[in-house]
């Protein structure tokens, strides 16, 4: 019910949950029902995974770590070659549920609103 929450409760949610499996008070219904899933495989240093779909769940969307690369900047004088933040993100779904052009275009979207994120703004 990650959608009936804000961005507090859901802080507060994740991190009840991730205190519970710490704990070993995590129980099978505290992970069911879910249909998305967001994996940070970045916290262990690699820069991109594989995720695979926890049935019955829908899609699974994992991020790298974020590294320092070198990128080639596109602007109306010329491309040049500039050092940026840069992450992998892997999406994989389940191709009887999401048409393959709707996951891709997902994918986009997230990575455009991340190119675009303003730490500034109200939440």
Same mark, same amino acid.
């Given at each position: ?42 916290t262990f240093g ?6 695979? &779909? ?5 899609? &699974? ?11 080639? &900047? ?12 840069? &992450? ?33 703004r109200e939440i």
């Amino acid at each position: 019910n990650a959608d009936q929450l804000n961005l507090v409760g859901l802080t507060k949610q994740v991190n009840s949950l991730a205190n519970a499996a710490r704990n070993n008070k995590l129980r099978p219904e505290d992970t069911q029902g879910g249909t998305f899933t967001f994996t940070n495989v970045g916290t262990f240093g690699s820069l991109m995974g594989t995720p695979i &779909i926890n049935q019955p769940q829908v899609a &699974i969307l994992a991020a790298g770590a974020i590294k320092k690369r070198p990128v080639v &900047i596109e602007t109306a004088q010329g491309d040049s070659i500039a050092i940026r933040h840069m &992450i992998y993100l892997s999406l994989s779904y389940d191709h009887r549920i999401i048409d393959g052009a709707l996951g891709a275009t997902f994918l986009n979207a997230v990575a455009k609103e991340l190119e675009n994120f303003n730490a500034s703004r109200e939440i």
